[in-house]
């Protein structure tokens, strides 16, 4: 598999990229981290973060995962059983609110692409009135076999409309190879924007691989492919918690899939930027430095 993406093509579109906190979450280290430096509290803040991308050509406005909603009170009650694993969290403003704060009213996000259906990631869809949900078939199924049909399950059966969801598989023949990831899609047809399987966080887990500039600039909106930048430097190492297990349902693919991301982002003359949705050390520097990065303002391509 080759580890080389795509040339950009003659008069390439691409996407700005933005962030937005949508939540603040308290991390346990030993549910997410092994291995890790004695310095490393037992427990610190990270955000749940979302992507907003503009398209360079169209202008087209598309939210890469929806952060925390505010009445988690909504959420199955296996979903809220894990939000108590956390201890705590802070939703001041939603994805919506978020939005809207830089001057876009949220009706005009055409797309809303979700990494996967875990209570962090996908907040409330209704927020954002008229955007096409973009899910994989996995999350999919998840969904609509889910509560309360299933009691036991985190994932609330009417989550995804099937008037407004476009559902992606995968293995239906239609994805291919691209640079080192074994299935992509091309999301508009034009090479802007790729949605990748990135398999071992849950099923059906997704990832997007955006150009962030018409010369060979990417960005990897990465979801929950790793919780902490230390997993990906390899200071840290996926944790295997006593009680609740590991946060992977498969360790080694998600390992797997960490290589991946790794060799992009940390090779000598990468072009490839990985954003994690809890990524604490970008939100701090993004505080200390106004806000660098989050909407209204751009991540600056590399």
């Known amino acids: 598999?080759?580890?080389?993406?795509?040339?950009?093509?003659?008069?390439?579109?691409?996407?700005?990229?933005?962030a937005l906190e949508a939540g603040i979450l308290s991390f346990p280290r030993d549910l997410f981290l092994a291995g890790t430096p004695s310095h490393i509290p037992e427990r610190w803040d990270a955000p749940a973060l979302c992507f907003l991308l503009r398209h360079s050509a169209t202008g087209e406005y598309i939210l890469f995962d929806n952060g925390i909603r505010k009445d988690v009170h909504r959420l199955p009650p296996a979903a809220q059983r894990r939000v108590d694993i956390f201890g705590s969290f802070v939703i001041v403003h939603d994805a919506a609110e978020r939005v809207a704060s830089g001057g876009?009213?949220?009706?005009?996000?055409?797309?809303?692409?979700?990494?996967h259906a875990h209570w962090d990631h996908i907040g409330d869809l209704s927020r954002f009135p008229h955007a096409r949900i973009v899910v994989s078939s996995g999350t999919y199924e998840l969904s609509r076999s889910g509560y309360p049909a299933d009691p036991k399950s985190p994932f609330a059966q009417d989550l995804f409309s099937p008037e407004r969801t476009r559902v992606l598989d995968p293995f239906d023949g239609t994805w291919a190879a691209l640079g080192p990831f074994d299935r992509a899609l091309d999301l508009l047809g034009d090479g802007s924007a790729y949605v990748v399987d990135a398999p071992g966080h849950v099923?059906?887990?997704?990832?997007?691989?955006?150009?962030?500039?018409?010369?060979?600039?990417?960005?990897?909106?990465?979801?929950?492919?790793?919780?902490?930048w230390?997993?990906?430097?390899?200071?840290?190492?996926?944790?295997?918690?006593?009680a609740h297990g590991c946060v992977h349902v498969d360790r080694e693919l998600a390992e797997a899939y960490i290589e991946i991301l790794r060799a992009l982002a940390l090779a000598p003359d990468s072009r490839v930027r990985v954003l994690l949705a809890h990524n604490a050390q970008m939100w701090e520097d993004a505080r200390a430095n106004d806000w660098e990065g989050f909407w209204p303002k751009t991540i600056t391509s590399l």
Do not use: C, K, Y
């Open 1 to 18: 598999m080759s580890s080389t993406l795509p040339p950009p093509r003659e008069n390439q579109t691409f996407f700005t990229v933005s």
């Open 104 to 115: 876009l009213d949220p009706a005009r996000v055409s797309q809303l692409v979700i990494s």
């Open 203 to 228: 099923r059906g887990h997704i990832n997007l691989l955006v150009r962030t500039s018409a010369d060979g600039a990417w960005a990897v909106l990465a979801g929950d492919a790793a919780h902490d």
């Open 230 to 242: 230390q997993l990906l430097t390899g200071a840290a190492t996926i944790a295997v918690h006593p």
